[in-house]
């Protein structure tokens, strides 16, 4: 097996992941996972598809990220991470895709429109 590569989205994060056969490093902008992402939640929730496919210490990743918040960029690398172990395996499509790790979080921030304060909030209107 060599290098597999693909993409995860959220929000307007991209991480582009790329999984090799490995000892289970997670290498993420050149730099160490715990390093990047100080949250235990945030580690979680990159480290969750190999939990679910018990393969922990199975596969080297190496992400590049851009864009958007820690958490956005924390779900795209999942993403990203999740698509590559169903291309080496196709039996870990049915352990990932009933928690909803394969499916893309259509979810943006929606625009501010013209004449208002936010996307939604209008200024107030006062009657005097």
Known sequence: MDVIHKIGR???AVARVYISKG???ITINKRDLTEYFPTA?????VKQPFALTNNEDAYDVKVNVYGGG???QAEAIRLGISRALCEVDAEHRLALKPEGLLTRDPRMVERKKFGQKKARKKFQFSKR
């Open 70 to 72: 820690i958490t956005g």
């Open 23 to 25: 000892k289970g490093a």
């Open 41 to 45: 939640t945030l580690q979680y929730k």
């Open 10 to 12: 959220r929000k307007t």
